[in-house]
């Protein structure tokens, strides 16, 4: 599916039209077609530098791919065979990444977008059901889900002033 269908089929269906584009420099991002959209529907559009962020993300994503040919222990590994068809578990390894706090954080990439850990299919195979939280009403909910993204972003912001991000940029992908 080109970068464009998924724009508009998956993520802005979901979240809406972002007034950033922010990728690498490959051929599928830079294409006139992106452009045409970023001008169509006002989005600014930024690159990463060259072997940055995008990058490392992916030198990760390449890590649980290939973690079973070597002797570290992952939740999830794939086979030889899986890892010949190795598009279709792209989406299962992005999940235990997001879902993954990161050292300098302490959270995961989901918390830090969503304001709370991610429902797994592992939490539904063992039997796990979400804590629940007691709200008095829907507007209790919002206000304490807007508190605790407010705070985590305070926190980000922090950290990226502080000197200590070298790893943090990894979440900026």
């Not at 079973?68 to 999940?95: C, G, M, N």
Request: charged share 20%; glycine share 6%.
């Amino acid at each position: 599916m080109s970068v464009v269908k998924v724009l508009l089929k998956e993520w802005i269906p979901h979240y809406g039209v972002p007034r950033r584009f922010h990728s690498d420099q490959g051929k599928c991002f830079e294409a006139d077609v992106i452009r045409g959209m970023c001008n169509h529907y006002g989005i600014t559009k930024s690159q990463t530098s060259p072997y940055g962020v995008c990058e490392r993300f992916n030198c990760s994503l390449h890590n649980l791919l290939i973690a079973s040919r070597h002797h570290l222990i992952y939740i999830f590994t794939l086979s030889a065979e899986q890892k010949r068809r190795w598009p279709d578990f792209i989406q299962e390894l992005v999940i235990c990444y997001n879902a993954t706090p990161h050292a300098t954080t302490g959270q995961s990439p989901y918390f830090l977008l969503f304001g709370r850990e991610p429902p797994l299919p592992v939490d539904v195979y063992l039997g796990r059901t979400p804590a629940k939280d007691e709200y008095s009403s829907a507007g209790d909910y919002l206000s304490r889900h807007l508190r605790r993204l407010h705070e985590m972003h305070i926190k980000f912001k922090r950290l990226l002033n502080s000197g200590r991000h070298h790893h943090l940029e990894e979440l900026l992908c």
